[in-house]
Structures are given as structure tokens and as C-alpha cells.
């Protein structure tokens, strides 16, 4: 056994040496990228939000946006943070999501004789991995829900391996917390919850209670938020009444998704609506439900335009280059081109390659799999940008890595007989104490 292979399998030491590594590119690239100014309409947005909560409304305003990403951003005010030092922040979460998915890459691929070398050079490609350390530069919840689902996976992985139920406590905390930041993720809470029934130890009642219990504590963390939105709005809403607008912006006769004006989008989806809400005397929730209708309303009166651009954002949620309906040098550029040919292909056409691979251990590892293209199927009914899909990124990541190992070097797959005689009996998580 090489120095290398007794570091990678020791318990957190080479977690902390991959974060640090993660951090130090990441601070390095936002430097680099962004300066200390917004860049976007709704990141200016999100700084105004962000400075009244940190300037002493802690109720915040409005019942229309989740908190997750204002608060945190509200933290970083309260620390004296400026823009660039938010960036900053968002840095230590994107290098916590790295270390994480090391150990999470760790515990699937442990029993095979080399796994943890997968585990590290997925690792090693997610520190670099351009477009995640550009995630780190914007103010958007995507930044901080690429951790909080990473740490969702591994409670999830840690219980059905370990039989804690401690585990399913955390992860229903991260859950109700990615939940919080970004809303879709709790549709996939049937699929977490089918992952612990079927991968779980012990009986069936047992499993069953896990994952009611999940469920329980997700509804807990979220509860006291929707307690919120009810004094505030004085009526029932989970987290946030944003539903009917972005449902209306990807549905109606004038929704083109190849449209990249700004000014046009901003007046047609943005200040018309304004307008139009001004005029007729209407509330939030009015024009909310209103836009809801409406959008509905086109897919019954125009069901193949509502289809076409329904599949085309389904594309759009794979796309290879981060293109943002505003244009600039971050999300649109003969060198993002680039960066997305050399990365964002090869990730895309290798992971696929990856699944087949590892199918002997499909139980472990189909949710990583299964939540993200479940999440792109229901992010196409609203708008949606290539951004939404980053979060879900280290995933495609993993096992493109899985896929790239499969062809080049086999044996790393083979079952390890010389840890314990029995490859079948070694512990999941590989982790193994160093001699």
C-alpha cells in the first residue's frame, strides 16, 4: 500500500486536505472574476433583502422568495462583509461541498480494491472544476445548496450504512434547510425516503420509521418559517409564494426560451406584470394565482408550443456553458466556450458511462443519480438556467470520473480480498485505519 493510498483512506485528513485545496482555487477564481459590485438585477435584490434583515428586521419582507439565501447573506452583512467579502464567504461553502462529496464518493466505492482513489480524483477534478468555483462568485441560493445537499447524501448514506438514527435526524435538517434555499428539492424527499427503506438495516418497520422520521424533521426545520410567512401574510405558505410568476415567465404566448434580450424579458415578465398588478388593484397572492392560471391556461390552448419549450428548457437544464439571459463576460464569451468544451462535455458524456460501471452497486448510489434528473424534469416547467443544474454538477462529476477509471484502469474496481480475506464483508465507507 502506497503513502498516498494509506492518506486517502484515512478518516478525515485528506476531507480537510481536498477542502483547503477547493478553498484556495476558489478564493484565487473569484478574485480573479468578480469584483465587489452586482452583477445581476436579482443579485442587487438579494443584497437590499440581505441588508434589512442584517439591519434589524429579522422578519425580513415579503412572503414571495425562500430565506435561505438572505439570511446567510444577512450573516455575512452582520460580519462586515462587503460584496466581495460575501463571495469570499460562499467560498468556504463551496470547498465544504467538495469535502463532503470526497466522503460520500468514499463510503459507494469503498469496497472495491481502489476506490478511494476514485473518491480523490473526483476530489481533485471538483477543486478545479471551473464552473463550480464560478458558482461561488454569485449570489444565488444554488451556492449554498450545493452543500447542504451534499450533506443530505451523506447522513442519508451514513445511516443506512451505520443503522444511526441520529444520521436521519441531520439529514432531515439539511433537507428541510436545502428545502429552505431551494424549494424543488423537497419534491425529491420520496426518493430519499425510498433509498432508506430499501438500503436501510434492520426490519421493514424500522426502515419505515426512518423515513417517516426524515420526513418529520424536514417539516420541523422548515416549520418555523412557514409560521412566519403566516404572520406576515396571514394565510398558509410553506416556504415561498413565488410558484405562479416563474410558472407564467416559461408559459405563456410570448415565452421564447432562446430569448436572451434582458430589457425584453425585464418588460415582459417583470415591470408589464407590475403594471398590469397596479392597474387592476390586485395583492400579491391575486396576481400570483392569476399568473398561475394563465400559464395553465396556455398549456391547454397552445399544448405543443407549451411541449416544444418545455423539452427546450429540459435542454437548456444540460447545456454545457452557463448562459444567463444577461449577457457579460461571466456567462457569455468566446472563453466560456471554451472552458464548457474542455469540462462541462466530457463530464456530461462520461457519467452516463459511469452509471453502467458501477450498476453492481446501484442500491448505494441511484439517488445521486435520480435526484438530479428528477429535478431537471421539474425545473423545465419554469424558467430555468443552466445554473439550477451546478448543485447537482460534483454528481455528474463523480461518476464521469467512475466512467473515465472504468476504460483506463479496470482494476480499480475489482473487489479488495486483501483488506479483511472477504471483498463482500468489507465495511462500505472504506475506511480503513492506516497501518
Known amino acids: 500500500m502506497t503513502t498516498l493510498d494509506r492518506f486517502l483512506r484515512r478518516n478525515a485528513a485528506p476531507a480537510w486536505a481536498f477542502f483547503v485545496l477547493a478553498l484556495l482555487l476558489r478564493l484565487a477564481g473569484v478574485a480573479r472574476l468578480f469584483h465587489s459590485a452586482a452583477y445581476f438585477a436579482d443579485e442587487r435584490m438579494y443584497l437590499r433583502l440581505a441588508d434589512v434583515v442584517a439591519g434589524g428586521r429579522f422578519m425580513g419582507e415579503g412572503v414571495a422568495l425562500p430565506p435561505g439565501l438572505i439570511y446567510t447573506m444577512a450573516f455575512g452583512r ?7 467579502g460575501l463571495r469570499f464567504m460562499f467560498c468556504f461553502l463551496g470547498a465544504g461541498m467538495v469535502a463532503v462529496v470526497f466522503l460520500i464518493a468514499r463510503r459507494i466505492f469503498g469496497a472495491w480494491r481502489h476506490g478511494h482513489r476514485i473518491a480523490g480524483l473526483a476530489a481533485l477534478v471538483l477543486c478545479g472544476y471551473p464552473y463550480l468555483i464560478y458558482l461561488c462568485g454569485t449570489f444565488y441560493s444554488q451556492t449554498i445548496f450545493q452543500l447542504t445537499l451534499a450533506l443530505v447524501f451523506y447522513y442519508l448514506l451514513h445511516f443506512i450504512q451505520e443503522n444511526r438514527l441520529t444520521s436521519i435526524g441531520w439529514a432531515g435538517f439539511w433537507l428541510g434547510l436545502s428545502g429552505l434555499t431551494v424549494v424543488p428539492i423537497l419534491s425529491a424527499a420520496p426518493l430519499m425516503a425510498l433509498w432508506i427503506i430499501l438500503n436501510g438495516q434492520g426490519r421493514l418497520p424500522r426502515r419505515l420509521g426512518a423515513a417517516v422520521l426524515l420526513g418529520v424533521v424536514t417539516v420541523l426545520t422548515i416549520l418555523p418559517w412557514t409560521a412566519r410567512n403566516y404572520v406576515v401574510a396571514h394565510r398558509f405558505i410553506l416556504v415561498g409564494d413565488f410558484g405562479g410568476p416563474s410558472f407564467y415567465w416559461a408559459n405563456n404566448a410570448k415565452a421564447d426560451p432562446y430569448d436572451r434580450d434582458p430589457q425584453a424579458w425585464l418588460e415582459r415578465n417583470m415591470y ?18 392569476h399568473l398561475a392560471y394563465r400559464a395553465g391556461r396556455f398549456w391547454k390552448v397552445h ?18 456553458a452557463p448562459r444567463s439571459f444577461t449577457k457579460n463576460e461571466h456567462t457569455q464569451s468566446a472563453t466560456t466556450d471554451i472552458v464548457a468544451i474542455v469540462t462541462s462535455v466530457p463530464v456530461l458524456l462520461l457519467a452516463p458511462l459511469g ?16 435526484v438530479p434528473l428528477a ?3 421539474s425545473h423545465a416547467a419554469f424558467h430555468v438556467s443552466v445554473r439550477y443544474r451546478f448543485p447537482f454538477e460534483p454528481y455528474l462529476i463523480l461518476f464521469a470520473v467512475v466512467g473515465f477509471v472504468a476504460v483506463g484502469w479496470p482494476e480499480w474496481m475489482d473487489g479488495d480480498a486483501s483488506v479483511d480475506g472477504n471483498a463482500a464483508a468489507r465495511p462500505l465507507n472504506g475506511s480503513v485505519p492506516s497501518r
Open 78 to 84: 452582520l460580519l462586515g462583509l462587503d460584496a466581495m
Open 272 to 289: 408589464r406584470l407590475e403594471r398590469e398588478q397596479r392597474r387592476q388593484a390586485m395583492t400579491g397572492p391575486e396576481l400570483d394565482r
Open 303 to 320: 399544448t405543443g408550443r407549451a411541449w416544444r419549450n418545455y423539452f427546450i428548457r429540459l435542454g437548456m437544464f444540460f447545456d454545457v
Open 355 to 370: 452509471w453502467w460501471f458501477a450498476r453492481r452497486r446501484w442500491r448505494l448510489w441511484w439517488p445521486l443519480a435520480a
Open 375 to 377: 429535478q431537471a424534469l
